[in-house]
């Protein structure tokens, strides 16, 4: 079975197919993750992504650690100094099912942490767009960048950086930025960000204002963000959520179905240089 032209099909669920289908998944995280200048490498048992100009974990991790107990331990190890010598203040390793299943020993005594509890999510079931979703502007980068800032509890000089990045994304034809006006105030109500890479949509954020939630913003947003990622070739979309909180129901709310789990390790690194 080819998990990209048959997402529906429920032996997607089996270790061995889960495997094939997050290898599509995280193929297509890392290209998002180099817009426009990030470096993909590859370091000892593991992809990783950098990108300064995004200040965001998705932007800035590594990923499908696959070898030995010896190669994945020696892989922690450099990817510690990597991540320093970037100037992140913490390594990120995201463990999906293309991750060695022993991670969590090796990692703990690495003196990693299991930061994070997610699941990835596929899209089953179209909803309906009412039509209340626009592409996004320039004008409308700032009120984007407020809204992640304070979801995501960014410094000012995060801020700039991710206002740099989106930017970039605005002229990305295989980014998409969606927003819904705020209809009691010249702002942004919410804002969605998908990409499509090789067949594979992503529903990257999805963040409506507070005060304007539970009105059917984001679930409109979804939904438009979706359509546009098929219209743009994607034979399958995904997302990630955290397990087993809003976001996860949330995206069940929207005709997605969690099909594996992912686990965020961090580390320290800014006291190695």
Do not use: K
């Not at 596929?122 to 626009?134: F, K, N, S, Y």
């Not at 009105?215 to 397990?243: F, M, Q």
């Amino acid at each position: 079975m080819d998990p990209l032209h048959d997402p529906d099909d429920e032996a997607l669920l089996d270790p061995r197919q889960a495997r094939d289908l997050a290898g599509l998944v995280e193929t297509a995280r890392l290209a998002s993750a180099v817009v426009r200048y990030g470096m993909r490498t590859q370091v000892g048992a593991a992809t990783v992504v950098l990108n300064q100009d995004n200040p965001l974990p998705a932007a800035n991790h590594a990923c499908a650690l696959w070898g030995t107990l010896a190669e994945v331990a020696g892989t922690l190890l450099q990817l510690e100094q990597v991540f320093a010598e970037a100037g992140r203040s913490e390594a990120v390793v995201f463990a999906s099912p293309t991750t060695v299943a022993e991670i969590e020993g090796i990692a703990d005594d690495a003196g990693w942490r299991a930061v994070e509890e997610l699941v990835a999510l596929l899209h089953r079931t179209r909803q309906h767009v009412r039509g209340w979703a626009r592409p996004a502007e320039d004008r409308d980068l700032p009120g984007i960048v407020e809204l992640i800032a304070d979801d995501a509890g960014l410094s000012a000089e995060g801020e700039r950086r991710l206002l740099r990045n989106l930017g970039h994304r605005i002229d990305e034809p295989r980014s998409v930025l969606r927003v819904v006006d705020d209809q009691d105030a010249d702002r942004i109500a919410g804002f969605v960000q998908g990409f499509v890479e090789r067949g594979v949509g992503l529903v990257e954020q999805v963040v409506v204002r507070p005060g304007r939630r539970r009105r059917g913003i984001g679930g409109e947003l979804v939904a438009d963000v979706v359509e546009e990622l098929r219209e743009r070739g994607a034979l399958l979309v995904a997302a990630h959520s955290e397990e087993g909180g809003t976001a996860e129901r949330f995206g069940e709310a929207c005709g997605f179905e969690v099909v594996y789990g992912v686990t965020a390790y961090g580390r320290r690194v800014d006291d190695l240089l």
